[in-house]
C-alpha cells in the first residue's frame, strides 16, 4: 500500500523530508487507518500544491485538525493541519477573527477575551478548532453552526483557491456572502455528508459582545480549578422544573426577555460530570443532585454590562423562574461550585469529563429544531436508553437528555447520548442500534437529526437535495479524491 | 506493572488532542499554550501523548514492529509528564505510566538508542549519568572538612548529585548549599566518594534494571549509616530518592527532601535568616520532577469493576501531578530581600519542560536546547532579568538555550541565591 519512491517525493518535495511520513509506526495514532501517507502542510500554497498531486495520482484525501473522530478509506492522504494554526486577525471593529484549522478555540478565546469579545464554541470543547462549524454551551448569545461563518479561503478538490463573500472581490473577511461568490450552501453543508469536499486554509468567524472579565481568576491545581472570586455581574445558576412544559415555558420566556448569555440543558448528570474531579466522585454527586431536583431543568448564565443591567437581568430571571415553578439547585449556589461551572462553560473545557471520562466513548444523537418538540423526541430515546442502563451497557444518567437554545431560543438543539465502554462489543453493539433505531424514529417523526442517513434514504424526503449534491461534488472533484464522511474539529 | 497492565488506560484515549496543551482554562492567550514538547517540536500526532498510547495499545494488540520511525517517537520524548496532567483534567486514566512502560519494553527488547547506551554504560563503569566523568565524586568538597554521613552520625545527608559532582561548572551548586546548611547549623554529611547516581535518569531512559542496581546500592548505604533524612538539590535525585524508590519498595522510612523544601522549612523555624538584599527581577521555571512528577507515589493495586465505567475496586487514586513541590520554592525566593518574582505563563503542574529529561539531552541534544529556548523566550517575555530553577539539569540545559539565542537572560539556581542572600 506504500506510495511509489516517485509520488513520495513529489509531496516531499512540497512540505519537506520532515513533513510527510509513511511510516506503519505512526498510523495507530491516526485512528488505525490503512493510510497512504500523513503529510503536515504549513500554508494555503502547500495545502494546493498537495491536492493538485492527490488529483494527477489519484488519491484521495482528507484534512483533519486536532481530529478526535474519523473515517478513512484505506490509502487516504491524511492532511494533519497542524502546522496551520496562525491567529491572522482579530478585526475589533467589524467584529471577526480570521483563523486557520489548528487554531484551538481555547487560544482564539483567550486572545478574544482581553478585547471584551467571545465567539461560538462548538460543544466539543475549545481543544478543538476555532474555525467554522458546530454548536455550543453559548448558542443563546453566539448563535452557532454557519450562523458564524464569513469569508472562507477554501482549496477546491481540484485545487483551486476559491475565497468566498467578501473576501471574492476584496481582502476583506466580513461577510460570507457578499460581494462575492456565497457557497455557503456548499461550503456550510448541514445535512449528511456534512463535511465539504476539499480544505478550508482560512475562515472569519463572527464575534460576539463579552461583557465578562479579559480573563478569569482561575486558582487551585488541575484538576480542581476554581475562581478566586466571582467577577462582578457574573452569576451561575441551575433551575430544575416540575415538568418539561414548564421548563420549556421558562425558556421561551427567557429567550423573550435576552437576557441569557448561556442557557445550556444540562441534566444534573452533566453538571455532576463538570463538577467533578473523577468517576468516583461523579456517582455520588449524580446521586446526591438527583434527589435535589425536581424535574427537568437547565443551567444558565447571566452576564451583565453594568451593575444595573446585572441586577435587571437577575430580577428578570427570578421572576421566570418562579412564575414557571422552577427550584435553584443550592449545590451550585456554592461560590466554589458556581465558579467552575461559570469558568467550565465559558471556557468549555469540561466537555471530555462530560463525554469521555466515565466509560472512554459516547454516542450521541443530536437534533435541531424548536426545544418544546425535540425535547418530546428526546424522552422517548431517554426512555428506550433504560433497557440499556439496566443491563449495565451504559452509564446510568437517569436517562436524561440535554440541549440548549439557540439566539436566545429561537433555534435549538436537543442531543442525548449512551456513555459506554468501547471495549465492551455486546454494549458498543447495544448502543449502536439504540443510535440506529432512535435516529430513525426522528427522521420518521420528521425530525432533523444529523446521524441520519444513508442519504439515498433521507434524500428524497428533503427535496432530493442529494442527488443535487452528487452532481456538485461530481463537478468540484470529477477525480473522485475527496471521499464523505469524516469531520473536521 | 508492565505496559499490558495499562491495556484499559490506553483504550480510553479518545485522541481529543488535550494532551497538547495545558488544561483549557488556564490557556491565557495564543502563545504557550502548547505543553508538550514532543509534539510541538514534531507536529506528528504521533508524538503526542495520546498518539504515544494509541501506538503502543496498537502493537499490545497486532505484535510489535520496532522501526526507526518508531524509535524516534520513543527517545524523542523527556518523559515529563505534561501530557498526563492536562488529559487528567478531565480524565481517570494513566497517561505518562504506559508511554514509561512501553520504553521499558523497547530497552528489554534490545531497541534502544546508541547515546543512552553509551550513557548507561558509563553509568555501570563510574556510577554516574555525566558522559565521560572523570575523578572522584566528592573531588568538588576538597579543603571544606565536611562530615563523612558514611562514617559519622548526621542529622541530613545531602545527595549531591551526578552532575553537580561531575562538571565543575556546577560545584557552586553544591557549595553554595553547604554554606546554607552550615549556616542554619545542620548537622549534615555527604557521602563523597562513596555517593552513586540515584539511578533516576537511567529509568527516565528506559533501563529500568540499572535503576534499580543504583537504588539498591544508595539505600543500602543509607541503611548501613543510619541516616533518616536525605536532601537533594537535584530534582531527577528527588524524584527517584522519593517516588521511583518508594515505587519499588526500596525507600523505607527515609524522609526525602529537596533543598527548596528544607530551606523553606529552615527559614519556617528561624534557623535561617535571609537578610541580604539580592536585586533582581526573576520568574521560576518548575523542574518536571520536582513539580508534577514530584507528588508522592500511590501504591495500588485493583481491579477494574466489570461495566459501563473505567472504574476499580478499591478506587484509584491518579496522581495529577497537583501534589508536587511548588510552594517552598516560590517561598524561599519571595523570602529573599529586593527580590521580585513574576511568575510565567506555564507554571507549577502545567508547566513547560528544560528539555533535558528522558534521555532526550543525551540522544538528541538539539531538541533538549530547542526545548529550553522555548522557556527561555517565555521567560523573557515576563520581563524578568533572571529565570530561577531548582535542578543542576534545567540550570545546563537553560544556559545552553540561553548562549545559543543570545539571550541577556540570567540563570541560577534557587541555592545560589539564598546563598546571596545570608
Known sequence: ?????????????????????????????????????????????????????????????????????????????????????????????????????????????????????????????????????????????????????????????????VRSGSLGSSDEWFCGDGPGPSLRA???????????????????????????????????????????????????????????????????????????????????????????????????????????????????????????????????????????????????????????????????????????????????????????????????????????????????????????????????????????????????????????????????????????????????????????????????????????GGALV | MALEDYRGDMDMCCRCSACKFVPMQKVKGFQYANVCPSISRYNFHAYSGGGRLNIAASMLKNGFNYTDKLLDIVYNCQMCGACGVSCNYAMDMEVLEPISEFRLKCVQDGKTNPALNKVIAGLRKTGSMVPGAKGKRGAWAAGLKLKDAAKEKVDVLFHVGCLTSYNKDYWKLAKATVKILQKAGVNFGIAGDAETCCGGRAYQMGYKEDFLNQAKKNMAMIKKAGVKTLVTGCADGYQAFKVLYDRYNLKGNLEVLHISEYIAQLIAKGKLKLNKKVNLNVT???????????????????????????????????????????????????????????????????????????????????FATWTAKERIEEAASTGAEAIVTACPWCEKTLNEAVRESGSSLKVYDIVELVEKAI
Open chain 1, 186 to 484: 456548499i461550503l456550510t453543508s448541514a445535512v449528511p455528508p456534512g463535511v465539504t469536499p476539499g480544505v478550508f486554509t482560512k475562515a472569519a468567524v463572527k464575534l460576539y459582545h463579552w461583557p465578562g472579565p479579559p480573563s478569569f481568576p482561575v486558582v487551585g491545581k488541575s484538576p480542581k480549578y476554581t475562581l478566586s472570586e466571582i467577577p462582578p455581574n457574573l452569576m451561575a445558576r441551575y433551575y430544575s422544573f416540575p415538568s418539561v412544559e414548564k421548563m420549556w415555558q421558562a425558556e421561551i420566556a427567557l429567550g423573550e426577555a435576552e437576557i441569557c448569555y448561556e442557557l445550556m440543558g444540562f441534566n444534573a448528570a452533566m453538571v455532576a460530570c463538570n463538577i467533578t474531579t473523577c468517576n468516583e466522585e461523579e456517582e455520588v454527586v449524580f446521586e446526591k443532585m438527583s434527589k435535589e431536583v425536581q424535574g427537568p431543568g437547565f443551567f444558565v448564565i447571566i452576564a451583565g454590562n453594568s451593575a444595573e443591567d446585572f441586577s435587571y437581568k437577575k430580577k428578570v430571571l427570578e421572576y421566570i423562574v418562579r412564575k414557571a415553578g422552577g427550584k435553584s439547585l443550592k449545590t451550585v449556589e456554592d461560590p466554589e461550585v458556581e465558579g467552575i461551572l461559570l469558568c467550565q462553560c465559558i471556557r468549555i473545557s469540561a466537555s471530555i469529563r462530560e463525554t469521555f471520562r466515565a466509560g472512554g466513548a459516547f454516542n450521541s444523537i443530536p437534533i435541531m429544531g424548536q426545544r418544546d418538540l425535540t425535547i418530546k423526541w428526546a424522552i422517548g430515546a431517554g426512555k428506550a436508553k433504560e433497557p440499556l442502563i439496566k443491563e449495565g451497557y451504559i452509564v446510568d444518567d437517569g436517562g436524561a437528555f440535554f440541549g440548549w437554545g439557540v439566539e436566545q431560543g429561537h433555534l435549538g438543539k436537543t442531543e442525548i447520548f449512551c456513555k459506554f465502554d468501547p471495549q465492551n462489543a455486546v454494549a458498543k453493539k447495544a448502543v449502536e442500534d439504540w443510535q440506529k433505531s432512535q435516529t430513525a424514529r426522528a427522521f420518521k417523526e420528521r425530525y432533523f437529526a444529523s446521524t441520519m442517513g444513508p442519504q439515498d434514504e433521507i434524500g428524497p424526503a428533503l427535496s432530493n437535495y442529494h442527488l443535487w449534491w452528487r452532481k456538485l461534488v461530481k463537478e468540484l472533484d470529477p477525480n473522485g479524491v475527496t471521499p464523505e
Open chain 1, 1 to 161: 500500500m506504500a506510495l511509489s519512491k516517485e509520488i513520495y517525493k513529489a509531496f516531499e518535495d512540497v512540505v519537506g523530508a520532515e513533513n510527510i511520513c509513511d511510516d506503519p509506526a505512526i498510523m495507530p495514532a491516526y485512528h488505525s487507518a490503512e493510510l497512504e501517507a500523513v503529510i503536515l502542510p504549513k500554508d494555503t500554497a502547500e495545502v494546493q500544491a498537495i491536492v493538485k498531486l492527490c488529483n494527477k495520482y489519484k488519491l484521495p484525501f482528507r484534512p483533519v485538525c486536532t481530529g478526535w473522530t474519523g473515517m478513512f478509506p484505506k490509502g487516504t492522504i491524511y492532511l494533519d493541519l497542524r502546522r496551520m494554526n496562525r491567529i491572522i486577525e482579530i478585526n475589533e471593529k467589524n467584529m471577526y477573527a480570521v483563523v486557520e484549522p489548528y487554531v484551538i478555540s481555547a487560544q482564539l478565546q483567550a486572545e478574544l477575551m482581553k478585547r471584551g469579545l467571545n465567539f461560538c464554541i462548538k460543544g466539543a470543547g475549545t481543544n478543538c478548532s476555532a474555525l467554522l462549524r458546530g454548536h455550543g454551551h453559548m448558542d443563546q448569545t453566539t448563535s452557532g453552526d454557519d450562523r458564524n461563518h464569513l469569508a472562507i479561503e477554501w482549496v477546491t478538490p481540484e485545487g483551486d483557491i
Open chain 2, 284 to 366: 521560576y521555571h518548575d523542574p518536571c520532577r520536582l513539580g508534577r512528577l514530584g507528588e508522592p507515589w500511590i501504591h495500588w493495586k485493583g481491579k477494574k469493576i466489570p461495566g459501563d465505567r473505567f472504574v476499580f475496586d478499591p478506587p484509584k487514586t491518579y496522581r495529577r501531578g497537583t501534589q508536587g513541590v511548588y510552594e517552598p520554592p516560590r517561598d524561599v525566593i519571595k523570602s529573599i530581600p529586593g527580590i521580585k518574582l513574576t511568575e510565567m505563563t506555564r507554571i507549577k503542574e502545567y508547566s513547560w519542560c528544560c528539555g533535558a529529561g528522558g534521555g532526550v539531552n543525551e540522544s538528541n541534544p538539539g
